[in-house]
């Protein structure tokens, strides 16, 4: 039997719960332990809490890969954050790729992809670094999505979309064909743009409209 290979997990709440049990479905990796900032639980889903952010170099020595196991929705920038100071340690962030999510052979992810189960990502996508495709949502063909966005669980992306780093797209929102949404924007759960929308605004309603 091929022996598995050793993570470290980073986050110890709902979103890290998800992928430990993705990762404990498949055969190839062993979850060692979780980092996480609550120093006063001992474990989480009967994994050892194993160290805070201040033990991340001591427990580079046991293994480099680790996954990252937030996705902070009201401030996304905190979690690229997290990502570039792991990989400034020298950590490898693995990609979490549920079996159920389809991803066309022609797509071309960056590091530390999270695809949670009955994701679909359609031909010829670009997708960047740290980008979370929720539970069920569906991008389209022809989409770039930069790092670090978030795409909420049941969303659907039309073909041809833009979507630039940062930004978060809520749970059930429909993005229309050929559009472009900037940097570190929000679209509220449930939304559909339908028209282009410039960097760091807030937009939420069907049709979607800037609320702030």
Do not use: W
């Not at 969303?155 to 978060?168: H, R």
């Amino acid at each position: 039997m091929k022996k598995k290979i050793d993570i470290i997990g980073y986050g110890a709440g709902g979103h890290a719960g998800i992928i430990i049990e993705i990762m404990n479905s498949q055969s190839s990796y062993e979850i060692i332990g979780l980092v996480d900032k609550n120093n006063s639980k001992k474990n989480f889903l009967k994994i050892p809490i194993i160290g805070t952010d201040k033990d991340l170099k001591r427990l580079l020595k046991k293994t480099n890969k680790i996954f990252l196991g937030i996705a902070d929705i009201n401030n996304t920038k905190k979690n690229f954050v997290i990502f570039k100071k792991l990989k400034k340690l020298g950590f490898k962030i693995l990609p979490v790729i549920d079996k159920s999510s389809i991803i066309s052979k022609s797509v071309i992810y960056g590091e530390g992809l999270k695809a949670f189960p009955g994701s679909i990502i359609n031909a010829n996508c670009k997708i960047g670094k740290n980008v979370l495709l929720n539970t069920g949502c569906i991008v389209e063909h022809d989409c770039k999505i930069s790092d670090n966005v978030q795409i909420g669980p049941g969303a659907y992306i039309g073909g041809s979309v833009i979507i630039k780093e940062n930004t978060f797209i809520g749970l059930g929102s429909k993005i229309n064909n050929n559009i472009q949404i900037g940097k570190n924007c929000i679209i509220g759960s449930g939304s559909v743009v339908i028209k282009n929308i410039p960097d760091n605004q807030k937009y939420a309603g069907n049709p979607a409209k800037k609320i702030r």
